[in-house]
C-alpha cells in the first residue's frame, strides 16, 4: 500500500491540512495574547513526530487546532504547559471515564465549537485589511473564509494561498529581501531592510522580530525597503507592538513611498 499513488496522495493531503491548520491556530494565538510566542518550526517538527508515532500504531492523526487553543487563552493559561495538560485531561477522561463521555450529546459539543468559532470571527480585521492595504487583501480574507465554511479546510486554504501568490506576482522580478542588523551597546539596536518583504521572505523576517531587543531604543530603518505585502507587515506590526508595551522605544525611519506609507500605518 505504500506504493499505491492514492495513498500517497491521501498522505500528502492529510500533512499539508495538518500543518496549515497547526500553523493557522498558533498564529492565531499569538494574536490573542502576548506572554508566549509560538516556535512554527519547533510546533511541525513535534506534529510530525507524533503524527509518525500515532502511524505506528494505528492512531488518528493530531494537529493543532485554534478552539482548544483559543479556550485556553480565555481561561487565562500564562505558560504552555496548559496544553499539555489539555492533553492529560483529554487521555484521562477518554482512559478512565469514557462512560462519561458517552453521556455528552454530540449536539452539545458541535454546539461549543459553532459558538467558539463565532467568537473568533472578526469582521473588523477584514475591515482594517481594507482601509490598510486595500481591496485585494480584504478579499482573500473573505475568500477564504466562505470556502473553508462551505466546502472544507483543505479547499480554503489553498485557494486562499493562490490568491496570495497572485497579489505578490507583480514583485515576482527582483524579490529579494536584506537584513543587516547593527548593536550600539546594550541599550541601542538598529535593523536596516532592503528589497521586497513578501511571504516567501516570512521565514528571515520572522527570525529576524525574534532578536529583536526587549529593552533600551530600536530603529528600524525602511527607506530601502521596495515592497511589503500586508502578511509582513502584519508580523511586524505585531511584533513591534508587543515591543512598545514592554516598554522598547521604537523609531521607524522611512521613505515617502506607498507602500512604505502602509508599513508604517500598520506598525503605528
Not at 100 to 123: F, M, Q, Y
Not at 188 to 202: C, D, M, N, P, Y
Request: glycine share 8%; aromatic share 6%; hydrophobic share 50%.
Amino acid at each position: 500500500m505504500l506504493t499505491d499513488p492514492a495513498m500517497i496522495g491521501l498522505a500528502f493531503a492529510f500533512a499539508f491540512i495538518a500543518s496549515a491548520e497547526t500553523l493557522l491556530s498558533a498564529a492565531a494565538v499569538d494574536k490573542m495574547q502576548d506572554r508566549v510566542q509560538s516556535k512554527f518550526d519547533k510546533e511541525l517538527s513535534a506534529q510530525g513526530i507524533g503524527n509518525f508515532l500515532c502511524g505506528l500504531v494505528g492512531a488518528l492523526p493530531m494537529t493543532g487546532v485554534i478552539v482548544r487553543s483559543s479556550a485556553n487563552v480565555q481561561a487565562g493559561a500564562m505558560t504552555r504547559a496548559s496544553t499539555i495538560m489539555h492533553g492529560v485531561w483529554i487521555l484521562g477522561f477518554v482512559a478512565l471515564l469514557p462512560f462519561v463521555l458517552a453521556l455528552v450529546p454530540t449536539a452539545s459539543l458541535a454546539g461549543v465549537l459553532v459558538v467558539v468559532g463565532l467568537k473568533l470571527i472578526k469582521v473588523r480585521d477584514v475591515q482594517m485589511l481594507f482601509n490598510r492595504y486595500g481591496p485585494f487583501p480584504a478579499l482573500i480574507w473573505a475568500v477564504t473564509f466562505v470556502l473553508v465554511v462551505t466546502t472544507d479546510l483543505l479547499t480554503g486554504v489553498v485557494v486562499g494561498l493562490a490568491l496570495s501568490a497572485l497579489e505578490i506576482l507583480p514583485q515576482i522580478r527582483g524579490m529579494r529581501l536584506s537584513v543587516e542588523e547593527r548593536s550600539h551597546g546594550e541599550d541601542r539596536h538598529e535593523v536596516e531592510l532592503e528589497g521586497k518583504a513578501t511571504a516567501i521572505s516570512i521565514r528571515k523576517v520572522a527570525a529576524l522580530l525574534d532578536r529583536l531587543p526587549n529593552h533600551g531604543k530600536l530603529r528600524i530603518d525602511l527607506t530601502r525597503l521596495k515592497f511589503a505585502d500586508h502578511t509582513v507587515s502584519e508580523l511586524m506590526s505585531d511584533a513591534i507592538k508587543r515591543r512598545r508595551d514592554r516598554g522598547v522605544d521604537v523609531e521607524v525611519e522611512h521613505a515617502d513611498a506607498p507602500e512604505q506609507r502602509k508599513l508604517v500605518a500598520a506598525i503605528a
